[in-house]
């Protein structure tokens, strides 16, 4: 693939398609929902249903249009229709992403995406991991410090009273846009703790995780 591995482009070793360092928002909302539709479809098309099980940034591929691409299926099980939900003792993968329930391992690289994170980072993190980390900063009310700094818009600095009146508009115009920007990077963050709520039964399939990644790429 010609921009390699999103662990590779999100972690700083390859290139953006702009040649960029940093991957855009746009460009991460893109990421997200084309990875969640390949799991879905591994999900809910195939028959037998295809289980993953090693879900994480180095497994999802960018090809020249930064469209993911799911790879890696060297661990990858087959279930039936019946069998959609995996207890702890039949998974197995990479430390930092194994779940209580498969797909969880998908939902922290949708964590990965939004903080610029590594899932196992423990300078960041200490005796907790990036879901336990995001899930305490939310609570304490800081979610725009759980974001990623790179995607965060830099304020216009200097007096507006020294600026010509269309200099200021396209300012203002700016600053409102970029608070749009943030808005819905909260409101991706709302939808990635929904899907790891410490209950199960309160966290959405990927037929609604797609749904919801889908509706807010709408709204935007």
Not at 23 to 46: D, M, P, Q, V, Y
Not at 107 to 136: H, I
Not at 178 to 188: D, I, S, T
Request: hydrophobic share 35%; with cysteine.
């Amino acid at each position: 693939m010609p921009f390699g591995s999103l662990e590779e482009v999100l972690h700083g070793r390859r290139h953006t398609k702009g040649g960029a360092d940093v991957l855009t928002w746009e460009e991460r909302k893109k990421i997200a929902r084309g990875a969640a539709k390949g799991l879905c479809f591994l999900h809910h098309n195939c028959i037998p249903h295809i289980i993953h099980r090693d879900m994480k940034s180095s497994n999802v591929l960018l090809d020249k249009e930064m469209e993911a691409r799911v790879s890696d299926f060297g661990m990858a099980r087959l279930i039936s229709a019946l069998d959609t939900h995996l207890s702890v003792s039949t998974l197995a993968g990479t430390p930092g992403y194994v779940p209580p329930e498969y797909y969880q391992s998908f939902r922290v690289v949708l964590l990965e995406l939004v903080t610029g994170k590594r899932p196992t980072d423990k300078e960041d993190f200490g005796d907790t991991n990036l879901v336990g980390w995001v899930k305490m900063m939310v609570r304490q009310g800081k979610q725009i410090e759980v974001i990623d700094p790179d995607l965060l818009p830099t304020q216009v600095r200097g007096s507006k009273d020294n600026h010509d009146h269309q200099q200021q508009q396209e300012e203002e115009d700016e600053e409102k846009e970029a608070g749009e920007e943030v808005k819905e990077m909260v409101r991706y963050l709302e939808i990635t703790l929904q899907c790891v709520d410490d209950f199960p039964s309160k966290r959405p399939n990927m037929l609604q995780v797609v749904a919801m990644l889908r509706e807010l790429n709408i709204t935007s």
